[in-house]
């Protein structure tokens, strides 16, 4: 298990290996984790623009199991442009700018999944989600969502009646 300190102390290491500055969003669990919203995760999922995912992988090694998205694109959805404004800052190192994906945006970008995991995260996500702001997120990313639309409207309707 990978805890908030493990995070910082390997993004520290990455940060003096980088040639240039990088954004970096945490997403899924790592943000979580980033946010102290779970104390700790199984793995680190990271979202960069796309011309910077080669040289972040090559900076951070193989420490941990790492998954890298990019340009918003998590998992199966794409998400709205603004998701890295509304991100949290977390770090400011001399060559990574580290945020969290925001809440609802977790939210969001598990509700495709849903797996038990999942729920146990967004029953602790939903405390620091106003219902609105997820429903109308929801609709801006499924428009785009590139798997079955029925099945993630139906998983988003159950979180929705579930821990809203």
Not at 60 to 76: E, L, R
Request: glycine share 6%; hydrophobic share 40%; aromatic share 8%.
């Amino acid at each position: 298990m990978i805890s908030k300190k493990d995070l910082i102390e390997w993004l520290k290491k990455a940060d003096k290996n980088l040639g240039k500055h990088i954004s970096v969003v945490a997403v899924g669990g790592t943000a979580m984790t980033l946010l102290g919203l779970k104390s700790s995760t199984v793995d680190v999922d990271l979202c960069v623009n796309s011309e910077d995912k080669k040289e972040l992988l090559r900076a951070v090694g193989s420490s941990f199991k790492v998954d890298i998205f990019t340009d918003g694109y998590i998992f199966s959805e794409q998400l709205p442009g603004d998701y890295k404004d509304n991100a949290k800052e977390i770090l400011e190192l001399k060559n990574i700018s580290l945020k969290a994906l925001d809440p609802a945006d977790i939210i969001i970008t598990k509700a495709a999944r849903l797996n038990a995991r999942d729920e146990e995260d967004i029953e602790s996500l939903a405390k620091h989600v106003n219902r609105g702001i997820l429903i109308k997120r929801f609709e801006q990313v499924a428009k785009t969502y590139a798997g079955n639309e029925n099945a993630y409207r139906d998983n988003f309707n159950h979180i929705l009646k579930r821990f809203f």
